[in-house]
């Protein structure tokens, strides 16, 4: 794998846009076979990816996407913050249109200049497994993968590293 690059993500956007139909014709091809060895490629590229890119050094995520919260997260956040769950919900987040919680802003409010996160030990369980190249069954979120190409340096190298091989 190349060294990665930090990309703002206008230029991911720009970058995943010049590739669509590469990218498109990968990810339809793995949902269509479901490789066997597909997880235990993503998450040697993944470790590959994360022994040499900082994500502290981008943070494209936590200032451009917001994650969805769930139960569990909002009664996490709200005690380390010190409010009722309720209080949280409405100063924080909205339902959308899938009827999920996600934040009223981004970037997230919890989100220092740093780019380190104020809630970094209680945060919602979506931001704790992002970009969710490590996770078992990979072919079930080939379509998020592909979206987080527009997101995600380490998504895009990944994405990238699998279009050069045979599958």
Not at 40 to 52: K, P, R
Not at 60 to 83: H, T, W
Not at 86 to 104: G, K, T
Not at 112 to 120: F, I, R
């Amino acid at each position: 794998m190349e060294t990665i690059k930090y990309y703002k993500r206008e230029e991911l956007k720009q970058m995943t846009a010049n590739r669509k139909q590469e990218f498109s014709a990968l990810f339809q091809k793995l949902k269509k076979k479901k490789p066997k060895n597909l997880d235990s490629i993503v998450h040697a590229l993944h470790q590959e990816a994360f022994d040499q890119f900082d994500c502290l050094d981008c943070a494209n995520c936590c200032s451009g996407i917001s994650p969805i919260v769930k139960d569990k997260d909002v009664e996490r956040l709200a005690k380390s913050q010190r409010m009722k769950a309720a209080d949280f919900i409405s100063q924080y987040l909205y339902m959308d249109e899938e009827d999920d919680y996600v934040f009223q802003e981004t970037p997230c409010p919890f989100l220092l200049a740093d780019n380190y996160c104020c809630v970094y030990e209680n945060r919602p369980r979506a931001c704790r497994e992002y970009p969710h190249t490590d996770r078992k069954r990979f072919y079930q979120i080939l379509k998020l993968s592909h979206k987080n190409c527009e997101v995600c340096p380490i998504v895009f190298a990944i994405t990238d590293e699998l279009c050069k091989m045979e599958w």
